[in-house]
């Protein structure tokens, strides 16, 4: 019927995500959870030790027990001592040795090491259980901790479980009262110690974290700091080029406007193509540092943002500053060819500064820039004939020669600035390229 077939296909739909736990929890039990583990040397050593110390105590054990009566447990608390077989040697101390022996092997395979002190234990004398417990439970407890195999080891200690409380009717070990204190005392040892070495480590990780907390709010600062020089740079490169030339182009245009209306007009359209230029490379300037958090992607892409300078724009630089007055040649040498942008356009900035500097500070003098494309360098140098300050000049405080040397120092270049071998002064850039 239509309503048996809708319980049927609800109980497909519940049971579906029950199977699906379950052969989850499956797959889980019988994926290795890794790899065999790698005991160090100290852990070989440790083991080894181990082994040989319990091997000679259990043998020791093995042969007091041979041939002498075994005490069995009475319900009143006593002992009666019970007629002993013939010493049967190997029936007692073989076993007590080979688990015991085994245990050397605990960490690199444990699995294998609870298997072989299992069978051992299947070979010992039944009345005698106290010859395999102790070899018994360190190997299970190996197995749990350091076996990749899950599935294996539980059904491993459930069997042997299974055998000592059912199949073999054996009787339990008691342990003797010289070894209570021993019992009692070392697992609190080793948990004060195991207490003791997480709080050690609690405490160097907050150390850590503290340390670590510092390192980045000083890494913070210094980003912010050079951040900070880094627009004082562009800010200084942008703005000082194009406002220096459009203040001696106004000063001339206001001397020759009475008697030269031509010429005013020229220097007029010169000052608003540099302001023009000058607003130009603002507007870039101030897009890089507000485009990450502008509300519209948009609206960043119909900015009108050109992009930076490059050595293929050094031309229309010394155009424009030409065309301001001063007396400006350039040449290119080697073979042009592209460069990294950023190398690009601290050259341009080489240029643009040094010819600021001799438009501020040598008026009426002539200037030659130089851009040198070499095999595995590219030099540029500008260099004037020297010349007075003009009367709009003020002071410079070294800002932009200190922003260039920074600029070339993230390329591996060089600045030199100073006299000229034939007067007037020179800079000079240096920045290594790969050869093309």
Known sequence: ?????????????????????????????????????????????????????????????????????????????????QPAAPPDWPATVLPAFTAAAALAFRRRYPLAVLWTVLGVTLLAPPDLPRLTF?????????????????????????????????VRDSVLPVVPNTYAPLLILVPIVVAAHGLRGWKLRTDEGRVRVSTLEREQA????????????RIARELHDVVTHNVSVMVIQAGAARKVLASAPDQAREALLAIEAGGRAAMTELRHVMGLLTMD????????????????????????????????????TLTVTGHPRPLPSGIELAAYRVVQEALTNTVKHAAGAAASVTVDYAPDLLRVAVTDTGGHPAAEATGGNGRGLIGLH???????????????????????????VEAA
Not at 29 to 40: E, F, I, K, S, V
Not at 138 to 150: G, K, L, M, Q, T
Not at 152 to 162: D, E, K, R
Not at 222 to 227: D, G, K, L, P
Request: net charge neutral; hydrophobic share 45%.
């Open 134 to 166: 102790y070899a018994c439970v360190i190997a299970a407890y190996s197995a749990a901790a350091y076996s990749p195999h899950r599935l294996p080891v539980l059904a491993g200690l459930l069997a042997a479980v299974l055998w000592v409380g059912t």
């Open 293 to 328: 958090s502008h509300p519209d992607p948009a609206a960043d892409q119909a900015a009108d943002l050109a992009p930076q300078p490059t050595l293929d724009q050094v031309a229309a630089l010394v155009a424009r500053v030409r065309d301001a007055g001063l007396a400006v």
């Open 218 to 229: 000083e890494a913070l600062r210094r980003a912010i700091e050079h951040e900070r020089a």
């Open 406 to 432: 920074e600029r070339l120092g993230v390329y591996g270049g060089t600045l030199h600035a100073g006299p000229g071998a034939a007067g007037g002064f020179q800079v000079t850039a240096r920045i290594p």
């Open 1 to 81: 019927m239509p309503g048996h077939q809708g319980d049927g296909q609800n109980g497909a739909v519940l049971t579906g995500p029950v199977l699906d736990r379950l052969r989850g929890a499956t797959a889980s039990l019988t994926r290795p959870a890794g790899p065999l583990p790698r005991p160090t040397r100290a852990n070989w050593a440790f083991d080894v030790a181990l082994a040989l110390v319990l091997a000679a105590v259990m043998t020791e054990y093995a042969v007091s027990v041979a041939g002498n009566p075994v005490s069995t447990g009475l319900p009143g608390g006593g002992s009666a001592p």
